[in-house]
């Protein structure tokens, strides 16, 4: 092969998942296994106070009697999980970083490659209005505007810091929506997790900036489980943004991620997210599983809980963003755009759960499959006997490209108040061949058409995004989608 | 060097064939139109020529100013400068027009290597082409022909052409759909773009339009075949006399 085509040949690849890229960084890491001696030496290694190792240990005892969840539509062959490792971070200077000088050069680099700022002069200088944590395998490795946040009174950082600065915070709210018991995975989180996010925003405070949490696997036969854990408090509003990426690896990688939202009276929270983790090459090989339990509680009357999810990446995602409508006249959105190429598999949905009077939800999802991909929309809408005139809207949109791929929608309806009124609408299309003429006919290639048609389909979600977050999803939109056609 | 120049052209539809030796030659600056009966392979014609994969062309050659047009893809067609205003245009839901248009005019500038147009650039262009076709603001921030009229569908097709800037122009039924005042205003708007390195294939039913757009040739095609070429007198004898003589047969 000539130097010219391996060059093209890498751009070629790049292009198919630019984030493959592996952080060549020392790293200190729990041997592979999982037992009370692991889940204990975790709790240690992160000076845990004894509650939350005992949080750990029920959680891990509990797990012992679960077996893995066979109902979703996805196939995989059995994960070992005495062959993860539970506990990997980067080995930093000084034990944890006060400021960006103190990070490791690498770690920083990594993330300029992945485009994420942790930069403050890049905020200050208006290119971005966003505050950032980031986690890189197990542990929160920067957060900026930490200071800006504090004197409104919001605690934003990794949650390792919360449970040490803050722990009758972290002690009053942690598994209060995803209790320890919730779900196999939910439930290997709560032994296990590393690190992740911790956000307080205090009553009455509308904060200013967008959080962002942004998520990086590295090491190799580790897993990742994240903990982030959101309250918003009386009246307060905050928008929060999730982000990952992953290397470029040939064996699976797990990721049981759990997210936590309570949101009391009149309080809003926005929870976004742009999934990108590494899907995995076109024979289905290597790739992420993504195993994530998110919930939110609208606690207090008048709430509002929206997740806005879109899912480009992993071999596998299962995930059901929910919301607990528990508060008066609370409110609960779930706009979803999941995208499965290749042999990608995706079974994702939401929960929405009316106790409250008068509470809304609305869910809006849309999947696209190509290649041999199989997309799958599971949403449960429940109505309680207290849910006097609950309303509910539900809009599944699949398109299809191709005639190897699958749709799926399993809608649940479980209404027990007669009052209630629940909406559900179903369209399944095919990606038309005379609308990909049309593009061509005005100058778009098959590629570019492909993504506009796509990004049409989707309009209705990513309106729903934060604007920068939309460029980037539109973008990885196109990205997953090539090679899909012809 | 003639701008199309179409030799023997055979094609078909799902292994139907539906066109059976078209010759055809197109001069930079000439309009030609082209008349028959329904289901004679106008329409046939003009997605072989734009390079619609759903039609096969089974012989002969076509020449796009002066390359085989077998080595270029429906987009690459596009951007060397074919135009096709489709008789029935399709709707793209969630693509504004504008947003569109923006992709495809830049998506053809790229092709001939001129500058990208930047946001400002465009909506001058936009306002510029606007007028030629009078199209209203609204449809261009609605999303591609979602909800348009079949008039405003055709309307837009002429719209799009005027910012295309295209050496060739073919327009498949253009004028049907459109009211009296519409076709005058969409006649006004193809002769504004009329140049003399430009050329036109103007596919349509009615004497009417070509009162408008005075065509330099007229073609009549019948089952796959063009039977007669003439001048523009030749459009006002199918007007009285119809496709008889030729589908009797
Ligand atoms: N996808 C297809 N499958 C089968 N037959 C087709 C297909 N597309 C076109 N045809 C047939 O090809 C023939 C020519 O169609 P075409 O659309 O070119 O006619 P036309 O001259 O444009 O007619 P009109 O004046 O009604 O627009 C018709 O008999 C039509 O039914
Ligand atoms: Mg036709």
Redesign the pocket.
């Known amino acids: 092969m000539k130097i010219e085509d391996e060059k093209s040949f890498d751009t070629l690849t790049d292009k198919e998942y630019k984030y493959g890229f592996v952080t060549d960084i020392e790293s200190d890491s729990l041997p592979p296994g999982l037992n009370e001696d692991i889940v204990r030496a975790i709790s240690k290694r992160k000076n845990e106070p004894e509650w939350l190792m005992e949080f750990r240990l029920k959680a891990y005892r509990h797990w012992l009697t679960l077996e893995e969840p066979k109902w979703a539509k996805v196939e995989f062959p059995p994960v070992d999980y005495q062959a993860l490792s539970y506990y990997s971070a980067p080995k930093q200077k000084a034990d944890m970083p006060q400021s960006l000088d103190d990070v490791d050069p690498e770690l920083l680099a990594t993330y300029e490659k992945l485009g994420i700022p942790l930069g403050e002069q890049e905020v200050l200088a208006g290119v971005a209005n966003v505050a950032v944590d980031a986690v890189f395998d197990s542990v929160s490795v920067a957060t900026t505007f930490k200071k800006n946040l504090e004197e409104l009174g919001i605690i934003f950082g990794s949650f390792s810091d919360a449970v040490k600065d803050h722990p009758e915070l972290v002690k009053k709210y942690l598994g209060t929506v995803v209790p320890y018991k919730d779900n196999y995975y939910a439930t290997l989180n709560s032994a296990v997790f590393s690190d992740g996010s911790f956000c307080y925003i205090p009553k009455g405070v509308k904060c200013p900036l967008e959080l962002s949490t942004y998520f990086r696997i590295n090491a190799a036969n580790t897993g990742q489980f994240e903990r982030t854990l959101l309250v918003a408090d009386e009246g307060a509003q905050v928008s929060y943004l999730e982000g990952c990426t992953a290397p470029q690896r040939d064996e699976n990688q797990l990721h049981a991620a759990v997210v936590e939202l309570i949101a009391h009276k009149d309080a809003k929270i926005k929870y976004s997210t742009v999934q990108n983790w590494y899907p995995g090459d076109k024979d289905g090989k290597g790739g992420i599983y993504n195993f994530v339990t998110k919930r939110g509680h609208c606690r207090g009357d008048n709430s509002k809980i929206s997740w806005t999810q879109v899912e480009t990446g992993s071999a596998i995602t299962w995930k059901y963003p929910s919301c607990i409508l528990k508060g008066d006249n609370s409110v609960g959105e779930f706009y979803s755009v999941a995208v499965t190429n290749n042999m990608q598999q995706a079974d994702t949905g939401t929960k929405m759960v009316h106790i409250g009077k008068n509470t809304k939800s609305t869910i809006i999802s849309k999947g696209i499959s190509a290649g041999k991909a199989q997309n799958t929309y599971r949403g449960l809408v429940r109505v309680q006997e207290t849910a006097e005139n609950a309303r509910n809207f539900s809009q599944c949109d699949s398109m299809l490209i191709g005639d190897r791929c699958g749709a799926h929608t399993f809608p649940y309806i479980d209404v027990n108040n007669p009052t209630a009124q629940v909406e559900h609408e179903a369209t399944t299309t095919k990606i038309g061949e005379d609308q990909i003429f049309y593009c061509n006919q005005r100058g778009l290639d098959t590629e570019e058409a492909v993504t506009m048609i796509v990004n049409g389909f989707c309009k209705e979600v990513f309106r729903e995004l934060p604007m920068e977050f939309a460029v980037e999803a539109q973008k990885l939109l196109g990205i997953s989608l090539e090679g899909s056609v012809g | 060097m003639a701008l199309l120049e179409i030799k023997d052209l055979h094609a078909s ?2 292994d ?1 064939p ?1 066109l059976k030796g078209i010759n055809l030659t197109i001069k930079p600056g000439e309009v030609h139109a082209i008349m ?10 003009s997605n072989v020529l734009a390079g619609n994969e ?1 039609y096969t062309k089974t012989a002969g050659q076509i020449l796009f100013d002066g390359q085989d047009i077998d080595e270029l893809a429906a987009h690459e067609r596009a951007c060397a400068g074919m135009f096709l205003a489709f ?1 029935y245009p399709v709707e793209i839901a969630g693509i504004s027009n504008m947003y569109f248009l923006k992709a495809a005019v830049n998506a053809v500038r790229k092709y001939q290597g001129i500058d990208q147009l930047d946001a400002m650039d465009f909506l001058d262009l936009v306002e510029e082409k606007k007028k030629i076709v009078k199209i209203r603001s609204d449809l261009l921030e609605r999303a591609v022909n979602s909800g348009f009229s079949g008039g405003e569908k055709k309307r837009n097709e002429i719209f799009q052409m005027a910012m295309l800037e295209p050496k060739l122009g073919i327009l ?2 253009t004028d049907s759909g459109l009211d009296i005042d519409a076709l005058r205003i969409v006649a006004d708007g193809v002769n504004a773009l009329r140049s003399p390195d430009r050329g036109f294939l103007v ?1 349509t ?1 009615y004497q009417r339009l070509l009162d408008y757009i005075v065509p330099d040739h007229v073609h009549v ?1 019948v089952n796959g075949q063009i039977v007669k070429s003439g001048g523009k007198e030749l459009a006002l004898e199918l007007e009285d006399e119809g496709y008889a003589s030729w589908v009797a047969e």
């Open positions: 539809v799902a139907k539906i028959g009966p329904n289901g004679s392979g106008k329409s046939t014609l759903a008789q498949d039924e596919i039913h095609l």
